[in-house]
């Protein structure tokens, strides 16, 4: 069975840092774009940051860049989601999700792109 489990989630004040990490069991992601997107309540889920395959090209939200990084480490089978100068607004429950493509990169934002996805971690930041 494919799973992908999140972890790292937790509740931090204003301006603190979370590092989320995604590591998939039952086959190996290092060929597949992997994102993370996030749902906050009464909220569409929406998209944060993907990373190619290869690790070679990234694409992030206006709203997360300069202060979020995604990485991934193919050899372990974990994606990052590295958060800092985190705000309130940025508290969501966050999905890690892969897409097994080929595909334009250009719709790794959109959620309908990915065919697997995990069951969440909630990221709650206080001010």
């Known amino acids: 069975q494919v799973q992908l489990v999140e972890s790292g989630g937790g509740l931090v004040q204003a301006g603190g840092s979370l590092r989320l990490s995604c590591a998939a069991s039952?086959?190996?992601?290092?060929?597949?774009?992997m994102g993370w997107f996030r749902q906050a309540p009464g909220k569409e889920r929406e998209f944060v940051a993907a990373?190619?395959?290869?690790?070679?090209?990234?694409l992030y939200a206006d709203s997360v860049k300069g202060r979020f990084t995604i990485s991934r480490d193919n050899a372990k089978n974990p994606v990052y989601l590295q958060m800092n100068s985190l705000k309130p607004e940025d508290t969501a429950v966050y999905y890690c999700?892969?897409?097994?493509?080929?595909?334009?990169?250009?719709?790794?934002?959109?959620?309908?792109?990915?065919?697997?996805w995990g069951q969440g971690t909630q990221v709650t930041v206080s001010s």
């Open positions: 990373i190619s395959w290869s690790g070679g090209s990234t």
């Open positions: 999700a892969a897409d097994r493509g080929p595909g334009r990169s250009s719709l790794l934002v959109l959620a309908s792109t990915y065919d697997y």
């Open positions: 039952g086959r190996t992601f290092s060929s597949y774009a």
